[in-house]
């Protein structure tokens, strides 16, 4: 009798075990959330600092706070920042019509070189100023023979400083207005004329609320600008803040002093953001209807043409001309009385090297920044994005003296190095590039970059064949404006450049400093010139 072997089937039993489950996130996204809280942290690194050095100095502090010439530094301040914004903005509202809305002839060449004057940094506008207009300049030389004239009234002061200020930094409020203006729908404009507003009407109910997140932008930037100014109120003999800590520092009495005058500088910047935040309300700016942009018809303006031309011929002339002018004329009659021009090769080979790198270094650090406040809406994001801003409130004396600090203290090998200076430059700078490359994350449909990851691409190849590609333009739109403003930075270079290592804003600043005009008027054209470039692309690039 044989036996068959019945196969027993196996039964599976499965027990309840308790697992612990792990919110889901991908490593991108936690990449991204890394990187973001470090340049966070960068960025508070200075106020960190400012806030431990001004709690050593206890007393002394206070009683240097409360001080009649501090509270008239102060005052001087928010004085100069305030007529500088509201003019800036009086000359850049009409230049802008002129240059987008209207058949001004050669608008496209005026609006190029109504935005140069954007990259003459304000120290070399400033000595131009004194060399053409003091009591003692070329303007007084020139009329002596005629008039007997021997001394010019005093231009220093609040009116030298309003007048450079406000010549160098309405480009700012020019460029922001210009851009909006490009982008406003014309359907709106000939809604409002159709139902019987007359052009003025249509333009203060229409067009001017449009424009005025624009303008506030702008004007926020050129406050901004001339809070932290140096280089002209120095020059000019006028007495700020940012001139007030500089001193302080010289003088190596007691640096938490300076410090203590720094942190007030950015409690009164963190007020001009906080005035910024509180302007910009909840409409809505945006464009909602599909189709394509439409270019507005051009308003003919006729016998009125000659009165704009005239307008905008002057404000180029004294913001361009002639300090171009003034330039040539120092360096004819340097060459012709034998000065001794430095060559320039290695300053300016330092100064696009360094100011390239920085570029690199802060759209690199602020991708990430404007990807998490676009497509990781929440808390955390939010405020990553909102400290990155304070870079507006930290003038570059304030950075370098708390990278001084950090670096003695903490980082000797860093000290006076060039990764040192580039990080200084990536704290001022990259509101700027976050700002661009936000820009054109907002342009960027979630939809494409979902479609690429159905079709099974990972999120660092939907980033490489998507995002990245589209959001160019405002990547590279930030990097210009990184590199034109590292071109003319003075006071973190003047404190953080290796020893042996001039620059272009260097070696114009101690030519200055020594009176020798001639000798400053060379590098100062070498420096406008490579600025310009890339303002000049920004500048002509239109939607």
Request: aromatic residues 10%; charged residues 10%.
């Amino acid at each position: 009798m044989s036996l068959k072997s019945t196969p027993i089937k196996s039964i599976a039993i499965s027990w309840p075990i308790p697992r612990f489950r792990f919110p889901s996130i991908r490593l991108s996204t936690l990449t991204l959330y890394v990187m973001g809280l470090l340049v966070a942290g960068l960025m508070l690194l200075t106020p960190l600092y400012l806030l431990i050095r001004t709690a050593g100095a206890g007393e002394a502090a206070l009683n240097l706070l409360i001080k009649t010439s501090t509270l008239q530094a102060l005052g001087r301040t928010v004085w100069l920042s305030l007529a500088v914004t509201v003019a800036s903005a009086a000359l850049a509202l009409p230049l802008a019509w002129l240059t987008v809305c209207t058949d001004l002839p050669g608008r496209k060449l005026w609006a190029v070189a109504a935005a140069l004057p954007l990259v003459l940094p304000s120290y070399v506008a400033a000595f131009l100023f004194v060399s053409t207009l003091g009591p003692k300049g070329l303007v007084q030389q020139w009329l002596y023979p005629l008039t007997g004239i021997e001394r010019l009234p005093n231009m220093y002061g609040f009116v030298g400083a309003f007048y450079v200020l406000t010549l160098m930094s309405y480009p700012l409020t020019l460029l922001s207005v210009r851009a909006a203006w490009q982008r406003m729908d014309p359907s709106l404009v000939e809604a409002a004329r159709s139902l019987g507003l007359s052009p003025w009407q249509a333009f203060w109910r229409v067009t001017l609320p449009h424009l005025r997140p624009a303008l506030v932008a702008g004007s926020l930037l050129v406050s901004l600008y001339v809070v932290r100014d140096f280089g002209a109120v120095t020059l000019l003999r006028y007495t700020t803040f940012t001139r007030l800590i500089y001193l302080q520092y010289q003088s190596f009495s007691d640096r938490s002093l300076a410090a203590a005058l720094s942190l007030v500088l950015i409690l009164l910047t963190a007020a001009l953001l906080f005035l910024d935040w509180r302007t910009r309300g909840k409409a809505q700016y945006s464009r909602r209807s599909v189709g394509t942009a439409r270019q507005a018809r051009l308003v003919r303006l006729g016998w009125w043409r000659w009165p704009a031309l005239a307008f905008v011929s002057l404000v180029v002339l004294l913001g361009l001309v002639l300090p171009a002018s003034g330039l040539m004329y120092w360096l004819m009659r340097g060459l012709s009385q034998g000065e001794q021009i430095t060559p320039l090769w290695r300053a300016s080979t330092h100064s696009v090297t360094v100011s390239l790198a920085a570029a690199f270094l802060t759209v690199a650090a602020a991708l990430p920044v404007a990807i998490l406040s676009i497509r990781k809406k929440g808390l955390v994001s939010q405020w990553i994005e909102r400290i990155t801003y304070t870079g507006y409130a930290l003038p570059g004396l304030v950075i370098a003296l708390a990278l001084i600090f950090f670096g003695a203290q903490y980082a000797r090998p860093l000290y006076q190095t060039l990764p040192m200076l580039l990080v200084a430059y990536l704290i001022l700078f990259i509101p700027q590039a976050v700002g661009a490359t936000r820009t054109s994350m907002l342009q960027l449909p979630r939809s494409l970059e979902e479609a690429g990851r159905s079709l099974g691409h990972s999120s660092t190849g939907v980033f490489r064949r998507i995002t990245l590609p589209l959001v160019k333009p405002g990547v590279l739109a930030g990097g210009a404006l990184v590199f034109l403003t590292c071109m003319k930075e003075l006071p973190t270079t003047l404190l953080l450049s290796p020893t042996g290592y001039p620059t272009l804003a260097t070696t114009v600043w101690s030519s200055i400093s020594e009176v020798f005009f001639a000798r400053a008027a060379a590098p100062s054209l070498l420096l406008i010139i490579l600025s310009s470039v890339p303002l000049a692309i920004l500048t002509l690039r239109e939607k």
